[in-house]
């Protein structure tokens, strides 16, 4: 039975689209860069930053890290706020947390970009622990993970209780990384088809209710 439920913030608890897609604009055009198309931005959403500007825009280590300094510097003031609660979703967490259950985040998002968002949009209260990276640079989502459970005292004996909920294949295969199983959120269609079951998600979902099934009965 699963009692600690570990959850992504982009994509899962937040739609963060706007934002993201903001900053990553303003980014560009600082750079002197033409932005790329809406469907390539999208897929900012999810894995760290500096990783997508390296694979998608063909940066470069030191450009990446100056793309990712030109996001944060509209994205801390006004761009974390360009954001809404996933349909449902802080509700099932204070239902989820009355249950007993022990939720935190674990988002490769910058924890003090973290903390704001989910005092925002009420998902603080239920959570034990709001992890997200250091200051400077992104970590990986099994970099995450381990501290999200250091900070909860939870050690090998403790997986099989633990759930990742995600909605990118980041999530599912960090959390296979850190040997611990993964549920795949379909919220607002940011992975590709088929993405979330191919990374080794144990059940894919469509919405709030579906996942809280999922939970309880498992």
Same mark, same amino acid.
């Given at each position: 039975?699963?009692?600690?439920?570990?959850?992504?913030?982009?994509?899962?608890?937040?739609?963060?689209?706007?934002?993201?897609?903001?900053?990553?604009?303003?980014?560009?055009?600082?750079?002197?860069?033409?932005?790329?198309?809406?469907?390539?931005?999208?897929?900012?959403?999810?894995?760290?930053?500096?990783?997508?500007?390296?694979?998608?825009?063909?940066?470069?280590?030191?450009?990446?890290?100056?793309?990712?300094?030109?996001? /944060?510097?509209?994205?801390?003031?006004?761009?974390?706020?360009?954001?809404?609660?996933?349909?449902?979703?802080?509700?099932?967490?204070?239902?989820?947390?009355?249950?007993?259950?022990?939720?935190?985040?674990?988002?490769?998002?910058?924890?003090?970009?973290?903390?704001?968002?989910?005092?925002?949009?009420?998902?603080?209260?239920?959570?034990?622990?709001?992890?997200?990276?250091?200051?400077?640079?992104?970590?990986?989502?099994?970099?995450?993970?381990?501290?999200?459970?250091? /900070?909860?005292?939870?050690?090998?004996?403790?997986?099989?209780?633990?759930?990742?909920?995600?909605?990118?294949?980041?999530?599912?295969?960090?959390?296979?990384?850190?040997?611990?199983?993964?549920?795949?959120?379909?919220?607002?269609?940011?992975?590709?088809?088929?993405?979330?079951?191919?990374?080794?998600?144990?059940?894919?979902?469509?919405?709030?209710?579906?996942?809280?099934?999922?939970?309880?009965?498992?």
């Amino acid at each position: 039975m699963y009692h600690y439920i570990f959850f992504d913030l982009d994509g899962t608890l937040t739609d963060s689209k706007e934002g993201i897609l903001n900053c990553l604009r303003y980014a560009f055009e600082k750079l002197g860069e033409p932005a790329p198309p809406e469907s390539t931005l999208i897929k900012f959403i999810g894995p760290p930053l500096q990783d997508s500007f390296m694979r998608f825009c063909g940066f470069d280590e030191v450009k990446a890290i100056r793309g990712i300094e030109l996001f /944060r510097e509209r994205y801390a003031p006004i761009g974390k706020f360009e954001n809404a609660a996933a349909p449902g979703m802080p509700e099932l967490c204070g239902r989820l947390k009355e249950k007993g259950y022990v939720l935190a985040l674990a988002s490769s998002k910058p924890e003090e970009m973290c903390v704001p968002i989910c005092e925002k949009f009420g998902f603080a209260p239920s959570m034990e622990t709001i992890t997200g990276s250091p200051p400077v640079g992104d970590w990986e989502k099994v970099d995450v993970i381990r501290e999200t459970m250091r /900070r909860l005292g939870l050690t090998e004996d403790d997986k099989p209780s633990i759930l990742m909920v995600g909605d990118r294949k980041f999530d599912v295969l960090g959390a296979r990384e850190c040997g611990i199983d993964c549920v795949g959120v379909e919220f607002f269609g940011y992975a590709a088809p088929g993405e979330l079951a191919e990374a080794g998600a144990v059940a894919v979902v469509q919405t709030a209710e579906e996942l809280e099934q999922f939970i309880v009965n498992h």
